[in-house]
């Protein structure tokens, strides 16, 4: 161990009362600059103790310092750049919402607003006024009402709906969504009593018919959005449950998860139950998430007929799921766009990403490819005719074709790669297949596109 060079390691004021330091300290915190300070002299001095260093500059010091403060002064919740082609990745926050709709949730959040106030009347009004009649106009439903996700809203129609009495479900729609989402779990919180009919493949519109007693509160189903039983099955169609609801004066309510306004097979891809055609064959009560096909922020959204969603609004449970005024400011922004479907498929990121086409992801692959290639040579970037995927449990047999870009290298295999982009100052995330790298430049912003080539460069010189 190297004593001299111990005695050689700065104090902690002196280096406050450097230059350098003291700029920083004017647009950081006291505590974390100094935080990081006596972290990186700590450093040193291990390295010293363990022989490691037989000299050090203090400027070495000060810039594994600013690194640190970097890193501790750093939010731990970040952007990251999805370069992994899976649209709505639940992982990375699901649906990204469009500019407008960020910038108007900013000024909301920015300023005082009308939330709970009739600007007309000068008194109290209704926080889930404001989307109400959007929400009518773009599904079709005579009431809605919104509240803070899809699994909110389920809970919140079913504990209005049912409160003791039973909910008759299909077995075959007794899912799991991930994140520990299930629907009888779910279903037993809301204080309904599970009535399983059919069986996993099969059920029929008798087994409804069987079940149906003097203590049925709802015909419940649900869209299995996130898996396909294929073979020989068969589910009862809403507007058989629709019949049999309205001649026993039972309500019918769907669960459709991912809510689209649109339909996708006017895009080329596989249809996808849209709102308006549950509202439109009868459904009394349609549940879905904001933050999936939607587009928008995340929200639970409930559309359908009045008598039941008066009911809602009233229920105490409303007030523990409350929406907030942020999300209510980009949701409102996001659902007005669906009054005209041009609009919607421009501005709406999910959208636009989504249903942009191959040739469309050829070029901005290519434009991406060679930026990097004059950039790190080091590497191999090969456009590669290659698939996208929804995600968030959406559409989980689309496979959208698109070009991808496949990273090889002779220095880094594909697994370094993806971890050192991954622990990136901005993590981007991408995918592996085979042994390559591969990325998917469908989910992303032109302005990943420096975030990634610096990557790459700084990977180089390593
Ligand atoms: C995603 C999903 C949910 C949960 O929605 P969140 O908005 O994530 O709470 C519930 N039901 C179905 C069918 C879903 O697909």
Redesign the pocket.
């Known amino acids: 161990m190297n004593k001299e060079l111990l005695r050689k390691l700065p104090k902690i004021d002196e280096l406050l009362e450097s230059e350098l330091i003291m700029e920083i300290l004017s647009s950081n915190m006291r505590i974390v600059v100094v935080d990081a300070l006596r972290e990186a002299i700590d450093i040193y001095r291990q390295y010293i103790i363990e022989d490691k260093i037989v000299n050090f500059e203090l400027k070495e010091i000060l810039d594994l310092s600013l690194l640190l403060i970097e890193k501790k002064g750093s939010n731990r919740l970040k952007r990251v750049v999805n370069a992994s082609g899976v649209i709505l990745h639940t992982n990375l926050g699901r649906a990204k919402i469009s500019k407008e709709a960020a910038e108007n949730a900013m000024k909301i959040a920015q300023n005082y607003s009308n939330l709970e106030f009739d600007i007309e009347m000068g008194n109290r009004g209704s926080r889930y006024s404001h989307v109400e009649e959007l929400l009518r106009a773009v599904t079709g439903a005579e009431a809605a009402l919104v509240v803070n996700?899809?699994?909110?809203a389920?809970l919140l129609a079913l504990d209005t709906l049912t409160k003791g009495r039973e909910a008759v479900v299909s077995r075959g729609q007794l899912?799991e969504?991930g994140g520990s989402?299930r629907i009888p779990d779910l279903m037993s919180y809301s204080g309904a009593i599970l009535k399983e009919v059919g069986t996993t493949n099969k059920t029929h519109f008798y087994d409804y018919e069987q079940a149906i007693n003097e203590n049925t509160g709802v015909l419940l189903r649900?869209?299995t959005?996130?898996f396909k039983i294929i073979g020989f099955t068969e589910e009862v169609p809403l507007e058989d449950l629709v019949k049999l609801g309205s001649s026993k004066g039972i309500p019918v309510m769907e669960?459709i998860?991912?809510g689209t306004l649109i339909d996708f097979a006017n895009y080329g891809l596989n249809y996808e139950p849209t709102i308006q055609n549950s509202i439109r064959k009868g459904a009394d009560i349609v549940t879905f998430?904001g933050?999936?096909l939607l587009g928008g922020p995340?929200a639970?959204v409930i559309a359908g007929k009045k008598q039941y969603i008066d009911k809602m609004k009233n229920n105490p449970l409303t007030r523990a799921l409350r929406i907030d005024k942020m999300t209510l400011a980009a949701l409102e922004v996001t659902l007005k766009y669906y009054l005209e479907e041009s609009e919607a498929v421009k501005h709406i990121p999910t959208l636009s990403m989504l249903l942009a086409s191959k040739e469309e992801m050829r070029k901005k692959a290519l434009k991406l490819g060679n930026i990097l290639k004059a950039a790190a040579s080091h590497f191999e970037f090969e456009l590669e005719d290659n698939f996208s995927m929804v995600g968030g449990?959406s559409m989980p047999a689309e496979r959208i074709c698109t070009y991808v870009i496949k990273v090889t290298s002779s220095k880094f295999t594909a697994n370094e790669i993806e971890k050192a982009l991954r622990m990136n100052c901005i993590p981007i995330i991408i995918r592996i297949t085979g042994d390559a790298a591969i990325i998917d430049v469908r989910t992303m912003n032109d302005d990943d596109f420096e975030i990634v080539t610096d990557a790459f460069k700084r990977l180089q010189d390593k």
């Open positions: 996700n899809n699994a909110a389920v899912v969504i989402f649900v869209h959005s996130n669960d998860g991912s998430s933050d999936k995340q639970g449990g």
